[in-house]
């Protein structure tokens, strides 16, 4: 099993949408279990058509089973968030330490019923976020092209080593390959990252945007298309890495 996180403190920047393609993607050889921790519920909307408290249930204890919802998709299930996952950081901040760590790490272990633990985040982290990302194998983190941006990547990384997890690797999102400027950024992107820049760049596509709207995954949309095949090339990539 390998539990992967997708982060970044910047909203907007393809987050939601690459948990939903890359769960799509490794789900063709994969037993993949989604998880959202995110209380505007994007992904689990995706997902289930009327997502209930899933995860606040576990965090808190109330239920000893996992939650996990069957979805659409054969090998997908997923434990969905909604906006009363934030009622339930404060009971979750008041339990031990060590009650925290166990209860984050049963939920991304999931009873080792999964292949791939794919977990959406919220930009703002909070102490059950910070656990459960704690709890994941790596953490993958999607850029969206622009100086800011890049330079704002040394504050996502010290995130992700305060909750004591593993920097992947970062990927650029809606990348333009029309524009001069995303050209140039891309190689400072790639200069500053070293060997944590994936050479994979999801390209800014109404394939992607759209195929949301229609509640299909970029390949089930548009598969013959550069954006429709994108997200199954950043699944090999992170694959490799992780060592599949
Ligand atoms: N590669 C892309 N091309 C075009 N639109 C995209 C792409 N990736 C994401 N989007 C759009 O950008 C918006 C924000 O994406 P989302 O995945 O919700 O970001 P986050 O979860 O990080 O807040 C959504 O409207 C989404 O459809
Ligand atoms: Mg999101």
Known sequence: M????????????????????????????????????????????????????????????????????????????????????????GTFGGFSEKKQVQI?????????EYDYVIVDLPPAMNVVTEHIVGACDFVFVPVELGTFSIQGIPKVTSVIAKC????????????????????????????????KALTTAIPYSKVIKNSISYKTTAR?????TNAGKAFGQLADEI???IGE
């Open 2 to 89: 390998k539990s992967i996180a997708i982060y970044n403190n910047k909203g907007g920047c393809g987050k939601s949408t690459s948990v939903i393609n890359l769960a799509y993607e490794f789900s063709a050889n994969n037993k993949v279990l989604v998880i959202d921790t995110d209380g505007q519920s994007n992904t689990s909307r995706f997902f289930a058509d009327d997502p209930k408290n899933g995860l606040e249930r576990v965090l808190l204890g109330e239920s000893e089973e996992l939650n996990a919802e069957s979805t659409r998709y054969d090998n997908i299930s997923i434990i969905t968030a909604t906006a009363a996952i934030n009622n339930a950081v």
């Open 220 to 224: 089930e949309y548009m598969g013959w």
């Open 164 to 195: 004591k997890a593993q920097f992947g690797g970062a990927f650029i999102n809606k990348f333009d390959k029309k524009n001069s400027a995303d050209i140039t950024l891309l190689k400072t992107f790639a200069e500053f990252l070293g060997n």
């Open 239 to 241: 694959g490799e890495r």
């Open 104 to 112: 984050a790490e049963s939920i991304v272990n999931a009873n080792g």
